[in-house]
């Protein structure tokens, strides 16, 4: 039996408790299962909420890899990291009067994990074999991809807003979100932004594949009790 081993680290980390939704965004202590599933299917590359037809029942990440045996152990002094609260504004799309949203959210500081993900299926092979030879796409790429992207539909006179009836006062910035939408989807611009502003925002550190000892054949099975749209 084998398992893959890994370190999950960052500056800051935030996953949202759905019950509290006024005042305070708050934080769960540790990553839970569903987040950990996301980070491996975005490095398989498979398809995540902003992409679910009505049909479907969860996202096709969760749909493939719920299965996966996994074990969390936080790095730090009796599992317990720091909180803190931060506050920031947000005048994108805010409805609050004058258009400025403050948003206070509990952050984890400088959380560090030592991710298990046991190898006894395809899809845990699979992820073993991307982060081993670090096939999954960087920041480089995903940058050269929006280069490109925007480039194409520049040279090509592209403008998807200009078909849905939504114009802009310099004319060229239809065609340059065009390209960012073409790249990966509006959810990946989102993504692209918060990296822009904060470059270090965590990293994957492949530690080994390991052996791992089951006489009984009785590995135990944790999961999260945090559901899937969490």
Partial sequence: MQALKFRLKGKHAFFKIPAVNSYYYFTYAQIHKVALLGIFGAILGYDGYQQMQKEDRFPEFYERLQALKVSVIPCVKNGIFLKKVQ??????????QGGNLIVQEQWLEKPEWLIYVLLDCEESEKLAEMLEKKQYKTFATQLTAILLS?????AAGVDLYTLVGVSFAIPWLGMLF????????SNYTSDFIKRLQNPDIGEIVLEDVIGAEDAGGKAEVLTSGVPPNA
């Fill in 87 to 96: 506050t920031f504004n947000n005048s994108i799309g805010s409805l609050e």
């Fill in 150 to 154: 925007v480039f194409i539909c520049f």
């Fill in 178 to 185: 065009t390209g960012i939408v073409v790249s990966r989807g």
